[in-house]
């Protein structure tokens, strides 16, 4: 074994939070957070040890520091502001604080009355040494102090001298750096916008926005579409792939192998002799409409979420331009997608362990590029998971380090290490299973994983209860109150959430087979017409929903989100708040569509911020009901044929409902 | 973001267990074992994947392979046995299993009765492809095969050879090694021979070991004390430091801080003008009759431990060869150990600050050494962390990697992050708050962590109810009972465990003063003359305690240590049995020194190898009793005044008592 450069280094650092596999991944946070960070810091023996924080822009030369307390047996915590999108870089360090060990060494040694005229040399030495790292003023001042505290009359005089907090604070301002431990590891944080975090999706498709039925929609049907998308309350509208679709092979009505005459296709077989993924589908209208259109939802409001599948029609024009980016079958055709023995003769999947992946990867990253290039800054990325890792791990940073303001959501809906490890890779949001979570353990348990260990410090879930591929069967089965229940549930229990509409307002719940999840006659293949008018449109309450996310920080974030036990398996009961109790909403849900049921929520007040055994008023932001709720043990009933639901407001942080009111 | 070298590698390895701190530390076991590792390993899409084990020695130039085997989502387990002392490196490999992926397609296609002309040319080109990899005749056989899956005659029989396992076998001895992932960490683990876990140890002073009552002991008289020590079944003895003690300001009787004449001083106040740390007391004897001391313990079957306590005696020869390892006082004195305002003026604690720290580290390091020259291979080190860390991550492997069979024993009773950090760092043992946790959910809790967390992959804990500093307060007034059961609790919760004797056998129970932990007249400042023939001793349970733990292997590690839930709060129920099963032991023990307790034990039957609803019978080997019990749910009762504890053989592995006795 060789001996280290510096064996002096007494101080230990480890067990540092928040660290994402051991440092391999950064950590995400929003605009405006305070990251917090905690360490394990201590030294040999019983000397005083202090830690401190680091942190700096990834391009910043000099490190900021922040002192860290101790919260007993050895841990430490600190904190510091991420004010702007991009990377931050963190790490700690600690030393052992000789002259604050003196310093209360000495306060016991005056204490018993003790002889110390040796100490305060001792500490005039400290002082002394401390100058030498100083200059100026300091310098002297150090210098003058261990002259004092050596020099002055009275013993007791010099002790207070010696113990005046002034002297340690400007000692510390000198550490001796070589004996003071740096973390091993520099960590790293990446910083979005708030959209990142908090942003209501709704799909839809561009070419079902005519007002005629039975007419291709164009952009500038879309564009009449989109104040009604602001009217719902939602921020994001994703659409579907936009490009010119493949003839090759093309799919029929309800995903038929052959096409009629007339059929419109899917959009994700994309490519077509019209253009691949930079090209847009000229039934939708030309570039020009394509860029009124986001002209349009910037003005309103809404941002457009482009969908990126990075897989080909056969008449893509990449298949010819890059035929290396594709596999070959052994008779020198194209290998086709498949699932064995299924064949997706209408998809050419990209081979990412080509000897060409390359041009392969710089070319993907220029279809983002693109793009983004016409103002488009959010991207659903269509089954990320059938693509290989190393190219997100290297694509989403180099497109952030340029770009910070773009946000990526993984439609990956696979196994679970997988999806988190697209999460670590750099996606900014990803699609979760609360699709298939419908109890009240199935929800608990998965938003307490998702929220509440260590998964929240880089996936960022979005919850949708329904896609153009997924009808789950309660929304088959349930009818109204269980696309209100659902939907309440993904917007009360997730900071994002979407819904692919119309579908999702209108309860369309036929699937195309019995035990499926495919809708029949699904938007994927052909055109719809949605009679958004319709009076049975879960249209206003999605509106509702959707304001009282606005207005209440509380459901901005997923942070503190609490499950509260009730006694009734149908009654699911769940509280958020903002770090300071000044947004504190409640939600309970009735799970079952059929039946009106009742019980009690044993509410654990302090994650509500009320306290115990006293009476409040809470007040149904869906209703505008106020209830007097006593205390931690209050009823619940909620009747599905109503309204499947309390979204409740509490007092804030212990206040009064007027007050809060008033706050507003 | 500048692109990996090699961007094709799909396959990810994270998740790797054991894994201590990012691989900073290694993890320990005992020669003979099976290292398991687990790992999650995947690649996007839905190819398959393989996952291999790696392992050598450390200086081994060439890794060893082990196929890991699924567990489902993704995990996978493999295993290699450590052979030998000393430290072995082990990483994950991972790879998309092409031809096996084919394989398993070829199978559906075959199935679905599909047309496979393409797909048998797409496998013969793989295995063209694998035969550039291969040599000699095992490339000729990959060539034959592909010739031969496209040419034989019907398509079924080009399946039937086409999926061969013997194909696959030989071509996975051909793998891609361009697109093959290796994690990123290569881990260490840390072999010991069997005493490192399982050992029993008994601490005297020699001083005190002379059969004539107030003569200074000798090396002799420890001679001839050992076969009592060997008929207590113990296996290691532990000696305080053996070395001169200082003169100046020795410690008097009762740590008092002024010596009387003739007080001997207490052993931990190293060195005088006689020696230090290499020499020996000469009351005690010589080298040389240290040396026939060894040889006599040796052939005896037990080992001896000494104490290895870094400090000085201002007498030590140190004081004056090496003033730099000492801190010196503003006048020019050196500083002596103090906990302000308390002032330990008879030690002088080494300055691991110093800028002679070089020296220091090989001066102590060259302390082990000449005691390993001699012939110890244990020590107890005292106070280790008060001692800088990077001295013990230094030191411990460099003396390792010379000699692998020296063990360590941290005696740091202090903050868990400290302790933790020690056997991290290298330390074999360590004692534990063992003696502090006496209640049945402090024992639950604190055994649970130290066996069933990562903390038990490198800390091996060393379980004493008495110390020369602890007499805790259950036996001060819990009387023999106390005495026996914590004996019991101490030899069966731990595979190693000691005991300050004879003060324990003859359980001497006097504190200094009340409600402190001090001996009355402690060992520690004079001699005793201890009389192990008494009748009240419990010699006798403790010979019978340590003989069940040498013919019961259960007992002789810490793995699968399980806690069974009693109704009643006096009575801790436990067991632990080998991975097959074959030895299981469980231990009942009441807590209440006073009364008999009496209660029901739930079981936990798959813990114990033993079937549901069944009668099996349990043997307490302490008394020979032979009980009956049915399934989970059994009655235990027991009385401290006759004996607070049971420990009872189960059947092994399911089998009847009968056949588990002849097995013995």
Redesign the interface.
């Known amino acids: 074994?060789s001996?280290?450069a510096e064996?002096?280094?007494?101080v230990?650092i480890?067990?540092v939070k928040p660290e994402i596999?051991?440092?391999?991944f950064p950590v995400k946070r929003i605009v405006g957070d305070n990251l917090i960070v905690e360490a394990?810091v201590?030294?040999?023996?019983?000397d005083q040890v202090e830690a401190k924080l680091l942190y700096k822009r990834e391009n910043e030369r000099d490190w900021h520091t922040v002192p860290m307390k101790p919260l007993g047996?050895?841990r430490w915590r600190g904190a510091f502001p991420v004010l702007e999108q991009g990377r931050y870089i963190y790490t700690v360090s600690g030393r052992?604080d000789h002259f604050g060990t003196w310093q209360s060494?000495?306060k016991?040694?005056i204490?018993?009355d003790?002889n110390v005229t040796?100490?305060l040399?001792?500490g005039?030495?400290l002082l002394a040494e401390t100058a030498k790292l100083a200059k100026g003023p300091d310098r002297a001042k150090l210098l003058e102090w261990a002259r004092l505290i050596v020099d002055e009359g009275s013993s007791a005089k010099q002790g207070t001298l010696a113990m005046d907090p002034g002297i340690a604070e400007l000692v510390a301002q000198y550490p001796n750096d070589k004996?003071t431990t740096r973390y091993?590891?520099e960590l790293v944080v990446t910083v979005d916008r708030e959209k990142a975090r908090f942003s209501s999706w709704y799909e839809f498709f561009p070419r079902s926005s005519s007002p005629v039925p039975g007419r291709h929609g164009t952009f500038s049907d879309c564009e009449a579409h989109l104040p009604y998308v602001v009217e719902l309350g939602f921020d994001v509208v994703y659409f579907p792939p936009i490009h010119p679709i493949g003839q090759s092979f093309r799919k029929g009505k309800n995903n038929s192998v052959l096409a009629e005459p007339g059929d419109v296709g899917s959009p994700w077989a994309i490519g077509s002799e019209l253009g691949g993924h930079t090209a847009i589908h000229p039934q939708l209208g030309t570039l020009a409409e394509f860029r009124s259109l986001l002209e349009k939802a910037a003005l309103l409001g809404l941002e457009v979420a482009l969908d990126i599948a990075f897989q080909c029609a056969p008449d893509h024009p990449w298949v010819t331009r890059h035929p290396g980016w594709f596999r070959k079958?052994?008779?020198g055709?194209i290998q086709y997608a498949?699932?064995?023995?299924k064949k997706y003769q209408d998809i050419y999947p990209l081979d990412?362990?080509?000897s060409d992946?390359?041009s392969l990867?710089d070319g993907l990253r220029d279809v983002f590029l693109y793009w983004i290039g016409e103002g488009v800054k959010i991207f659903r990325v269509d089954n990320p998971?059938?693509?290989?890792?190393?190219?997100w791990e290297?694509?989403i940073?180099?497109i952030k380090?340029a770009h910070p303001d773009v946000l990526f959501l993984a439609e990956a809906f696979t196994?679970?290490?997988?999806m988190q490890?697209l999460a670590k890779l750099g996606f900014t949001q990803s699609y979760t299973y609360f699709s298939w979570r419908n109890t009240k353990e199935e929800l608990t348990e998965y938003l307490t994983e998702l929220t509440a260990t260590d998964v929240k410090e880089y996936f960022g879930p979005n919850l949708w209860p329904n896609t153009p591929d997924i009808l789950p069967e309660p929304l088959q089965s349930g009818g109204r109150p269980a696309f209100a229940a659902r939907l309440i549930l993904a917007a009360t229990l997730g900071a994002s959430y979407g819904i692919y509409g119309a579908a999702y307002e209108l309860q369309e719940s036929t699937p195309f087979k019995p035990g499926g999840e495919e809708y029949l006659n699904s938007e994927k293949y052909e055109l719809k017409h949605w009679d958004i008018e319709a009076p049975e449109s879960l249209g206003s309450l999605i509106s509702q929903v959707n304001g009282i996310r606005k207005a209440h920080r509380a459901l901005q974030s997923n942070e503190r989100l609490t499950f509260h036990p009730t006694d009734n398996p149908y009654l699911i009961c769940y509280s958020k708040a903002t770090a300071n109790g000044e947004s504190v909403i409640v939600t309970a849900v009735n799970l079952d569509p059929v039946n009106t049921q009742s019980g009690w929520v044993t509410l654990d007040l302090p994650a509500i911020f009320q306290p115990a055994d006293t009476t409040y008023q809470v007040e149904d932001l869906l209703t505008g009901s106020v209830y007097s709720w006593y205390g931690a043990r209050n009823y619940l009933q909620l009747s599905p044929a109503a309204l499947p639901a309390h979204i409740l407001l509490l007092p804030s942080g212990g206040q009064t409902i007027a007050s809060s009111k008033n706050g507003k």
């Open positions: 074994m001996k280290p064996g002096r280094r007494r230990v480890e067990g596999d051991s440092g391999r394990d201590f030294a040999d023996g019983h047996n050895d052992v060494d000495l016991k040694r204490e018993a003790q040796v100490d040399k001792n005039a030495n004996l091993e590891k079958r052994a008779d055709s498949e699932n064995p023995p990412f362990e080509t992946w390359v990867w998971h059938t693509k290989a890792f190393p190219f290297w694509v940073p180099e380090s196994r679970p290490r997988v490890r």
